[in-house]
């Protein structure tokens, strides 16, 4: 198993900048191979799809090749991708979908542990619908969101349970597999929250049981647009509100107007640079995203565990992330400091680790941290031991004001 930093980092043009990026959770930076996926596909003749003109062939070939990328990330069938413009559009078009059919009485579960996205657009729906919305809470204390936590707000009414893979704000990744086998269990439907998950762990979606599932390709060093995920069978029983003329085939029929053929190409790319990530990997694309991400959790957890043990040096820091299971991802704030002044404090030594609720403003005020949030450290693929040591010396410094 190889990870090398050095030759990683060479990749990345942003980085020639000078600034440490602790952002990834927010969005990572662009290698040079998904730069040049999306200018080559704007270099050669693009139209709509189809089969005869040059252009033609090009944008099929763009979307098809998307598709097996994202299918071979996800452990999905290519055939159940649908992109979007974002997870946050792609999950207010299945709220809206799937209301549809609900009515006063049901039910729908959503957790203070997720992001806004996987938040509203259920509750909304549900408010339309008369349905009831039922909260499952996290442990404040330990960060842990368990199966009984999920099992005490389930009905046989619950319609669907909607719940993340991975805490963007604190990083927990709680046992999805489990809690989706009890929504299944309850006769529900389980809609998963991957965008901060994906990039850091390996998807298997039928290992998940995930009905569905939404990801951001700009979290893992693609371009600007959003996934979902589904069985090509559990999405042609949905019809969602599309235009007369527009497919009506799967996934196409959820995929409103033309697709942003330059950004799909770029999706591929970022999906063979994450399979490049161990460059001794062989096999299948899978396998080598299999390797690559096995590397990757090694490398991340070195710099999270050398992180939470300087911090642990520094005073009246207090580390909000504490889950067993959890993403190289750190929420801090401070005894005597505010975390915004930090923010700043960090910015000017060309530092960037933002301090916000991070739209995860349910799981910000069940900490007791209201909508300030905190100061939020997120690696990427693409930090290394030097980038941690600017930050440690730069927050002591900070501390000590």
């Known amino acids: 198993m190889t990870y090398d930093i050095a030759a990683l980092r060479s990749l990345f043009p942003a980085l020639a900048a000078g600034t440490v990026h602790f952002d990834g959770p927010g969005g990572t930076q662009t290698p040079q191979p998904v730069i040049d996926a999306i200018a080559d596909a704007l270099a050669h003749p693009l139209s709509n799809r189809g089969q005869y003109s040059l252009g033609e062939r090009n944008a099929e070939t763009v979307v098809t090749g998307a598709r097996r990328a994202v299918a071979d990330l996800l452990g999905a069938d ?96 709680p ?33 998940l049981g995930a009905d569905f599932f939404v990801c951001s390709p700009y979290k893992f060093l693609g371009p600007h647009h959003g996934v979902l995920a589904a069985r090509p069978a559990l999405l042609e029983t949905l019809h969602p509100d599309k235009l007369l003329p527009s497919s009506d085939a799967v996934p196409e029929r959820f995929e409103l107007g033309t697709l942003p053929y330059e950004l799909l190409a770029g999706t591929r790319a970022a999906v063979d640079f994450l399979a490049g990530l161990d460059p001794d990997a062989t096999g299948t694309r ?49 005894a005597h400091h505010d975390t915004t002044d ?54 002591a410094e900070f501390l000590e004001q």
């Open 78 to 173: 290519p055939a159940g991708v649908v992109f979007g413009r974002s997870a946050t559009q792609l999950t207010y078009d299945l709220a809206r979908t799937l209301a549809a059919s609900w009515a006063p009485g049901d039910e729908v579960v959503v957790t203070r542990l997720d992001h806004d996205a996987n938040v509203r657009p259920w509750v909304q729906a549900a408010q339309r619908a008369g349905a009831t919305v039922r909260w499952a809470d996290f442990d404040p204390a330990t960060g842990e969101l368990t199966p009984d936590d999920i099992r005490a707000v389930l009905s046989a009414r619950t319609r669907l349970v909607a719940v993340t893979a991975a805490s963007n704000l604190i990083g927990t990744r």
């Open 175 to 207: 046992p999805v597999a489990e809690i989706c086998r009890l929504a299944h269990e309850a006769g529900a439907l389980a809609h998963v929250d991957g965008v901060h998950y994906t990039a850091h762990t390996l998807v298997d979606l039928p290992a």
């Open 286 to 334: 899978r396998e080598r995203l299999a390797a690559s991400f096995a590397a990757l959790g090694v490398h991340e957890t070195t710099l999270r565990t050398q992180l939470e043990k300087e911090l642990a040096a520094l005073p009246g820091v207090t580390v909000h992330s504490r889950a067993a299971d959890r993403t190289p991802t750190l929420l801090l704030t401070f």
């Open 342 to 395: 930090a923010y700043r404090f960090l910015a000017a030594r060309d530092i960037h680790a933002p301090s916000s609720h991070f739209y995860a403003v349910e799981t910000s005020r069940h900490l007791g941290l209201g909508d300030t949030g905190g100061l939020r450290i997120g690696l990427a693929p693409y930090n290394d031991a030097r980038d941690v040591d600017r930050l440690l010396a730069a927050l």
